[in-house]
Every structure is written in C-alpha cells, then in structure tokens.
C-alpha cells in the first residue's frame, strides 16, 4: 500500500524567482554603470591640434662673441617685430656662452614704437652645464604660454646684476649695419628710452610666436546728445522819449 503522509506535513514552498532576477537586473546594470564611468575617466584628454609656430632670430651667421652685458639701467633691448595683425608669444631661445646671473625683461612697446609696460621680469642663474660652446647647438627654452597676446613689437631686455668678467654672457654675432637696427641699449632718460646708435652685436636670444587673430576693435563711445541752446535776443532799443532830459544834447542859442 502506498505510504499514507499525515495532513500535519507542510511540503516546502518553492523560492520565488521574481526578486532573484530583478536583483541580478539590478547589479548588471550597476555594473554597467561603473565600467562606463571607469572608461570615461581613464580615457585621455584630447590635445589641442598642433600649430605651426614662427621664430624671430636677428643673429646672423656662427656664434663668435662673447660680450659683456650692461646692469639693468643701461639694458640691452632686442625689438622683435613679426609684423602680423596679432600673435601669442611661446618662448624664448638663447645661447648661454658663461654661467651666472641674467636677466630677461620683457616690454610692450607704446604708442610711440618705444619700450612700455613690462610684461615679464625672468631672474635666472644658468648653471655651467647649461652654457655653449657656440657650435652644440645647445639652445636654453624660457617658456611664455601665459604672456598676454601682443599686437605690437615686443622689446627682451638682457642685462645682469654685477656686471664684470665673470658675469653671465651670451654668445652673440656682428652686425654688418646694413639692415633694420633691432639692438639697442636702454638710454637713461626715461622719455627717450632707447639710444639712437645701433649696437655692434646682436645677441644670440630669438622669440618663438604663434600667429593668432587680431582682437576686434574698441567701440567708441556714443557721442553726448547735442543740446540746442537758444541764442540771446537782442535788447530793444531805447526811444527818444525814453532818454532822460539830462541826456539830450545841448542845443546851441541862436545868434
């Protein structure tokens, strides 16, 4: 006979399936969730597309002097004048001839082509290692990202703190006087701001720049509303009965 099971017995109930599956739902999709937000952060920053950058360079021909430079009131001023609308200045590339102390001072130029507003003050020690020989070709970069962008030549003065023999130097080349002068020294009258004479030399110190657009122009201001004031009216002239006895002319008796 078949085993008779007593009415007291509960079977077990089946496990819903019903939560199992929306809890996997769930984590799949938070799953989902962080590996999309793991890529976006890992995935690299897109760089700006490249540009094609000028340099000014004024020196001509093989490194062959090595000057003394002048302290800070008598700088030496490199004018660089790239003739575009407008342009970011990138950095600066000199040959250091000796180690020590140097100066860079940069300058916009005034409404009058002269040396303004100073833009930047560079106080640096090159290192012995960091100096030329004139012919390895070992150029030191001074970056400029952060300067403002320029519509007019901009002046690099070079000069040092103790001049002497054993100050910094820079390699520099002749100048056979023929072209437009770029070198100047720093006059001391402030008005003047630059002595007449070129220099001899010019230094081995060149500007990297990137052409940009010109700034759009200021507007002027509207001009003040013109404002008609009446003219005076004449006074009215007087009568001859309004002119007092004592007034009249004086007649003469007759003979």
């Known amino acids: 006979m078949p085993a008779v099971i007593p009415s007291s017995h509960a079977w077990p109930r089946p496990r819903s399936v019903v939560p199992t599956r929306l809890h996997r739902a769930r ?5 989902l969730a962080c590996i999309s937000t793991a890529c976006a952060t890992t995935q690299p920053a897109k760089e700006p597309p490249p540009t094609t950058e000028l340099e000014l360079a004024y020196d001509s021909g093989p490194a062959s002097e ?3 430079l002048p302290p800070a009131q008598f700088e030496w001023l490199i004018k660089f004048e790239p003739g575009l609308a407008a342009y970011q200045p990138q950095r600066l590339r000199l040959l250091v001839a000796q180690p020590g102390a140097l100066r860079l001072a940069l300058y916009s130029a005034d409404e009058h082509g ?4 100073t833009l930047r003050t560079l106080d640096r020690v090159y290192a012995p290692e960091q100096t030329s020989n004139g012919h390895d070709g070992k150029w030191l970069l001074e970056p400029l990202f952060d300067l403002p962008k320029q519509t007019a030549p901009l002046f690099v003065g070079l000069s040092v703190p103790s001049p002497g023999p054993s100050a910094a130097r820079l390699w520099a080349t002749p100048s056979d006087g023929t072209g437009p002068a770029h070198v100047f020294a720093r006059d001391a009258e402030p008005g003047t701001a630059l002595q007449s004479t070129r220099l001899p030399l010019t230094p081995m110190l060149r500007l990297a720049l990137v052409p940009v657009a010109a ?6 201001a509207p001009a ?3 404002v008609d004031t009446p003219s005076p009216s004449p006074a009215p002239a007087a009568s001859p009965s309004a002119v007092p006895p004592s007034a009249a002319p004086a007649t003469a008796p007759a003979p």
């Open 27 to 31: 984590s799949s999709l938070l799953l």
């Open 224 to 226: 003040a509303p013109k």
């Open 114 to 117: 002269r040396p303004g507003a």
């Open 215 to 220: 700034p759009p122009p200021a507007l002027d």
């Open 66 to 68: 090595r000057p003394l």
